[in-house]
């Protein structure tokens, strides 16, 4: 559903001319370049309708080799790339807004290079969607901790471009915690070979960290080494119903005395959000017999047994019940009932959809901070907008709160939608006042850029505009994006 915010103005490029786009084609051949708008229109529409995407056309590269002979050409016509994973990004970053730039997908570069399950890494390419890369751990006895909910589509390109995060950030970090090893292609058209496997490189600057989190804008990404980490052995999930986000900090407390390191997984969520789930979702159903104003989703994995972590589960369980924190809880009886568990958390974006437009927000505050900052943040909300749907859910192992707002019923959805800034305003007002961040996972991209220029340091933008301008000073890697030059 399209929001209608006041999005920074498209760029002024000019049209790539007829001959200039012959010249890109020849690289991928005339089945990898898209000029026709039904061929294109898959590319330049994203998930949340937020950004209209216009392009002169769009290439789809099947090696390395490709990817830089079109950054060269890039380079020497000053033609800007915009780099795209698999499309599911939030802020914009993956989508062209001008019919002089090139839309360069990455999808075709799909290939697992290698497995090595002594030094736990795999070597892959940028396209391998997420998914298969968790499918090979699997297979070789190991584990891809990454996860997200959009996993069956999105790639690791787009995954580390955004430095993504996830549900297993608690155990696992983000992406960047994740790479070992990047390759990328520079605005040059110059391969960066750094596919190293090693946990220890201490020489220098570290330019990987700065490609990944970076959203395409200093380096095209085309293949990483990643980290493997031990199968657990045993894994258990359960819900748990609690009174108020405080109980669900005390959980969290009480759960990693218990679980330690083995504690991979804590998801909070209001009463409102699991309902549209519910009603939204096919197959979905109410973990407990009773209602509760909040719920956590908890999940211990044991490197030593299945009983270890049911015990484990059990103990933390009970301590929390005892103390009057839990008031029920489910533990899963299967693994298809813990996949139900976690189907369940993953699905709230897409369950609010049908019920109209949502305003969303993607912060993150200390995490003893949390219950103050959804009291804080539902009141100014309210304030505004009486009968806002507020739905907040998220991370709160990380501190992680995917604040989202759906219209109050019966609402007109594009009034409600043009507040989107407004609304944005009052939230991360709060969320600054805590020394927190209106971007935990999601990247800056479009959306975000400007409101990143206004409040991040000055000396930080400075440093940023001249990294961007060392690694890209035509500025024709994915320009304004993430930093304005």
């Known amino acids: 559903m399209t929001a209608q915010i006041d999005l920074p103005p498209d760029p002024e490029d000019a ?43 769009v290439l789809r590269p099947g090696n390395v080799g490709e ?31 001008s019919p002089g730039q090139i839309l360069l997908s990455l999808s075709r570069l799909d290939t697992i290079r290698e497995i090595d399950p002594v030094g736990r890494t795999i070597t892959v390419d940028a396209g391998v969607v997420l998914q298969r890369v968790q499918e090979a751990a699997e297979e070789a006895g190991l584990l891809f901790p990454l996860s997200l909910g959009s996993e069956g589509s999105c790639e690791i390109g787009g995954n580390l471009a955004s430095n993504a995060g996830g549900t297993g950030v608690l155990a696992y970090g983000n992406a960047r915690d994740l790479c070992l090893g ?19 490189d201490n ?59 083995g504690l991979t997984g804590f998801e909070f969520m209001p009463r409102l959000a699991l309902e549209f789930v519910l009603r939204h979702i096919e197959g979905a159903r109410d973990p407990m017999q009773a209602p509760h104003a909040w719920y956590v989703l908890v999940e211990i994995s044991s490197s030593r047994s299945a ?10 369980l009970s301590e929390a019940m005892e103390a009057g924190v839990v008031e029920d809880a489910a533990i899963a009886k299967s693994l298809g009932e813990a996949k139900a568990f976690w189907h369940m958390r993953e699905s709230m974006s897409w369950a609010q959809k049908p019920e109209g437009g949502s305003i969303k927000h993607d912060v993150a505050v200390p995490v003893a901070m949390v219950p103050a900052f959804l009291r804080a943040a539902d009141a100014a909300v309210l304030d505004a907008i009486p009968g806002a749907r507020i739905c907040s859910f998220g991370h709160l192992g990380d501190g992680n709160v995917h604040y989202n707002i759906s219209q109050p019923v019966g609402a007109d959805t594009e009034a409600f939608l043009s507040r989107w800034r407004e609304i944005n305003g009052r939230v991360h007002a709060i969320v600054a006042g805590m020394d927190g961040t209106f971007s935990a996972e999601h990247g800056i991209g479009l959306l975000k850029r400007d409101e990143l220029a206004r409040t991040k340091p000055l000396a930080e933008m400075d440093l940023m505009r001249a990294i961007k301008r060392v690694f890209d000073p035509n500025n024709i890697l994915n320009p304004g994006k993430l930093v304005q030059v």
């Open 182 to 200: 990047i390759e990328a292609v520079l605005a040059s058209g110059e391969i960066l070979h750094g596919l190293r496997r090693l946990k220890k």
């Open 203 to 261: 020489r220098g600057y570290d330019i990987r960290n700065l490609l990944v989190g970076s959203e395409g804008t200093l380096g095209i990404i085309t293949g990483a080494v990643l980290k493997l980490v031990p199968r657990p052995a045993g894994r258990e999930v359960a819900y748990a119903g609690v009174a108020s986000p405080e109980d669900a900090l005390e959980l969290l407390r009480i759960a990693e005395r218990h679980g330690g390191a």
């Open 307 to 316: 009983e270890d972590a049911r015990e484990t589960m059990e103990a933390l």
């Open 15 to 57: 049209p790539l001319a007829d001959d200039l786009k012959r010249r890109f084609a020849a690289i991928v051949g005339d089945a990898n370049a898209f000029t026709e708008p039904s061929d294109m229109t898959p590319y330049l529409t994203e998930t949340r309708g937020l950004f209209a995407g216009t392009a002169a056309m």
């Open 67 to 97: 990817v830089a002979a079109i950054a060269r050409l890039a380079s020497e016509t000053r033609t800007p790339l915009v780099p795209q994973g698999g499309n599911t990004g939030h802020v914009g970053g993956q989508s062209p807004r």
